[in-house]
């Protein structure tokens, strides 16, 4: 099989649990060894998806978040008050150590003559930051992008700065990778094509406990427009820099919201490894 034209930058869209359908993409790509890239930005569960990948552990991520999905260790509406709340993610890191620990010599051996970033959002400016992981800090920095709040802890430090999940500043990082020089860009979506979002009821009362900060609070009332400026550029298909092109789900995933199942998991990540192949095969 003739390997398709060759992007430079793969960017992966977070959504929690909604990133079986990322997983099911990247074993495709995986199974045909299709691995371009010399840049990768993650956000949210995106940057566990891309762990993955990157570490060559075919059926990691899904296998995984089955386990989880169905743990009340993990979701539990009798912890939403408590310190580690709704989600949590310490239980996460604790499963990956014990029941699935990540191959780091296959992924230092991957990333040799590639980069990752990992996108947080700074605690206290509401800014994107751009995290450089390596295999000391890899899975705080992960835990890091994915800290909702009022959904798990509501903020990490790590580097001495607090920070939070990166889809409520830089949801889709395609821009980034323009501005890193990078020509041909990848996007793995986790929402339909061109769907767009309203403020939900977790932006609205996250506004309202974050009202000390007017620039947190800010991000949480217009972070939806922001977002939604994103998906109308990524329609656009590119600009006089580059190119980009996205891979997303023909309808809205099964595994959106936090009533999951196994099942719905596990057929999101079968709705990405077909995705993922005819993508591959169109570009051959």
């Not at 371009?36 to 552990?57: C, D, E, R, W």
């Not at 296998?63 to 939403?80: G, H, K, N, P």
């Not at 003559?113 to 920095?141: F, H």
């Not at 709040?149 to 509501?154: D, N, S």
Request: negative net charge; proline residues 4%.
């Amino acid at each position: 099989m003739k390997q398709p034209s060759p992007y430079d930058a793969l960017i992966l869209e977070g959504g929690s649990l909604r990133c079986a359908f990322t997983a099911g993409v990247l074993d495709a790509f995986a199974a045909m060894e299709y691995r371009p890239f010399k840049q990768y930005i993650a956000v949210s569960a995106g940057s566990m998806a891309l762990t993955s990948f990157l570490s060559g552990q075919r059926k990691h991520f899904i296998t995984l978040a089955m386990q989880l999905a169905e743990d009340a260790r993990f979701i539990s509406f009798r912890s939403v008050f408590s310190e580690e709340g709704l989600m949590n993610l310490s239980f996460l890191a604790k499963t990956v150590l014990e029941s699935a620990p990540i191959d780091w010599e296959a992924m230092e051996r991957e990333l040799k003559g590639a980069s990752a970033l990992i996108v947080t959002t700074d605690a206290e400016t509401g800014m994107p930051l751009y995290l450089s992981p390596i295999k000391e800090n890899w899975m705080r920095c992960i835990l890091a992008s994915s800290t909702l709040p009022l959904i798990t802890r509501g903020k990490m430090k790590v580097n001495d700065q607090w920070m939070f999940d990166g889809g409520f500043s830089d949801a889709l990082p395609f821009m980034k990778a323009v501005e890193m020089g990078c020509k041909k860009i990848l996007v793995i979506r986790t929402r339909p094509s061109g769907e767009l979002v309203d403020q939900g009821k977790l932006d609205y009362l996250a506004s309202w406990v974050y009202s000390g900060n007017p620039a947190i609070t800010k991000l949480f009332e217009t972070g939806h427009d922001h977002y939604n400026a994103q998906v109308e550029a990524l329609q656009q298909g590119g600009n006089k820099e580059a190119e980009w092109e996205e891979i997303a789900p023909k309808s809205p995933l099964r595994s959106d919201g936090f009533y999951i199942t196994g099942l719905d998991l596990l057929a999101d990540y079968h709705q990405g490894l077909e995705i993922g192949i005819d993508w591959l095969c169109r570009n051959r």
